[in-house]
């Protein structure tokens, strides 16, 4: 399946994503996502989170 791609977001949408179309009739949706990453260290009761946002185009 040469030309495709699949990628699966975990998040939480921070908007009503905005939908474009276009004359051609192809459409374009933009989003912003709030993504988080949790891990503890070695140290008894520490937590670590990064957290990330992101604007995506699909």
Partial sequence: MAGINK???VGRVG????V???N???QVAEFS???SKEWRDKTP????RK???TRSRC
């Fill in 7 to 9: 990628t699966i977001l």
């Fill in 15 to 18: 908007q009503d994503p905005e």
């Fill in 20 to 22: 474009r179309r276009f």
């Fill in 24 to 26: 051609s009739g192809d």
């Fill in 33 to 35: 996502l709030a993504t």
């Fill in 45 to 48: 009761g520490s937590a670590n």
């Fill in 51 to 53: 957290r990330l946002g």
